[in-house]
């Protein structure tokens, strides 16, 4: 099983999805940015290197929001969503094909990962 966190960041009443790079798995899907917790990282730290890589941002990390395992064909993720906030940087696509900024009445709109799809349920419940 592979160990994943991901951040919901928000801005008001938007949060952030990103849309995965055409060459890798589950491509042109969106998605909560994030990665995978190297060894020796606690989820946080892993967060925080995975938002500087991939955006140039810094965060603070909060409580975790839901954890999710899904099974692909080929792995099993289990998924950590922590609630986020972003208190240096402007967000850019140095990994994304995409960055928005959405409301949950907007989430239908958008094709999300397949592990993803719980924890937006959970959003739209709010």
Not at 73 to 89: F, K, R, W, Y
Request: hydrophobic share 45%; glycine share 4%.
């Amino acid at each position: 099983m592979i160990e994943v966190v991901a951040a919901l960041i928000w801005d008001n009443d938007k949060f952030m999805i990103c849309q995965r790079p055409e060459n890798k798995a589950c491509p042109l899907l969106w998605e909560f940015v994030g990665g995978k917790v190297e060894p020796g990282e606690t989820k946080e730290q892993a967060l925080i290197r995975e938002c500087q890589e991939e955006m140039a941002i810094m965060l603070f990390v909060g409580d975790k929001f839901m954890e999710v395992t899904h099974e692909y064909p080929d792995i099993t993720v289990h998924l950590t969503l922590l609630n986020a906030t972003i208190v240096n940087g402007i967000p850019q696509r140095l990994e994304h094909n995409d960055i928005r900024w959405i409301t949950v009445d907007e989430i239908p709109q958008y094709e999300f990962c397949p592990a993803d799809k719980e924890i937006l349920q959970k959003l739209l419940s709010f």
